[in-house]
T-cell receptor, first 115, second 114 residues
Framework: KAGVTQTPRYLIKTRGQQVTLSCSPI?????VSWYQQTPGQGLQFLFE???????NKGNFPGRFSGRQFSNSRSEMNVSTLELGDSALYLC??????????????FGPGTRLTVT | GESVGLHLPTLSVQEGDNSIINCAYS??????FIWYKQESGKGPQFIID?????DKRQGQRVTVLLNKTVKHLSLQIAATQPGDSAVYFC?????????????FGAGTRLFVKA
């Protein structure tokens, strides 16, 4: 079974631009979560989607948004990019998203650099 | 706010020795805990988990201990190998107003000396 895939793997954007990142979960997994990883803040939860609905959200500004499609693929969007948005963005999927009591399978991440 | 932290940011051990990585969590209501391993250039990889109704769980060369009294979690790696060199994260799943949320610790970098 193929693992979680994320595209693109690397991205360079300038301040003020917007960016869309894509995540394809493991086949059959219905829950997709997004995380931001930086050296200073570590792994920070962004949001979780289950059956096309955002079920949980972290403490990030409204510039960060996401969505999930009927095939469970998910995208996240960051508008009006700031230098501080430079990070590794990780996507993780789990089969049922049963109240957080399942292990998550992570993709390799998208490295976003904002200049 | 809620946080999951680690006592040691780096740990260096000799190949063949046992490693112990510690983690403190703050939410006494958390009921599911996971250890992840992250190698350079990769996403975190599940190692072992434990539910709050247990205090010990063993896997292959790894053991997780949970002490709910002091809100402490540890990962023990037996006979540490060079391939164990990575950053290790503890994570807790807790119920918040928005549903269940996974909170990760800061991470501990493990160096294994040959």
């Amino acid at each position: 079974k193929a693992g979680v895939t994320q595209t693109p793997r690397y991205l360079i954007k300038t301040r003020g631009q917007q960016v869309t990142l894509s995540c394809s979960p493991i086949s059959g997994h219905r829950s997709v979560s997004w995380y931001q990883q930086t050296p200073g803040q570590g792994l920070q939860f962004l949001f979780e989607y289950f059956s096309e609905t955002q079920r949980n959200k972290g403490n990030f500004p409204g510039r960060f948004s996401g969505r999930q499609f009927s095939n469970s693929r998910s995208e996240m969007n960051v508008s009006t990019l700031e230098l501080g948005d430079s990070a590794l963005y990780l996507c993780a999927s789990s089969p049922l998203g049963t109240g957080g009591k399942e292990e998550q399978y992570f993709g390799p991440g998208t490295r976003l650099t904002v200049t | 706010g809620e946080s999951v932290g680690l006592h040691l940011p780096t740990l260096s051990v000799q190949e063949g020795d046992n490693s112990i990585i510690n983690c403190a969590y703050s939410n006494s209501a958390s009921d599911y805990f996971i250890w992840y391993k992250q190698e350079s250039g990769k996403g975190p990889q599940f190692i072992i988990d434990i539910r709050s109704n247990m205090d010990k769980r063993q896997g292959q060369r790894v053991t997780v201990l949970l002490n709910k009294t002091v809100k402490h979690l540890s990962l023990q790696i037996a006979a540490t190998q060079p391939g164990d060199s990575a950053v290790y994260f503890c994570a807790e799943n807790s119920l918040n107003t928005g549903g269940f949320k996974t909170i990760f610790g800061a991470g501990t970098r493990l160096f294994v000396k040959a």
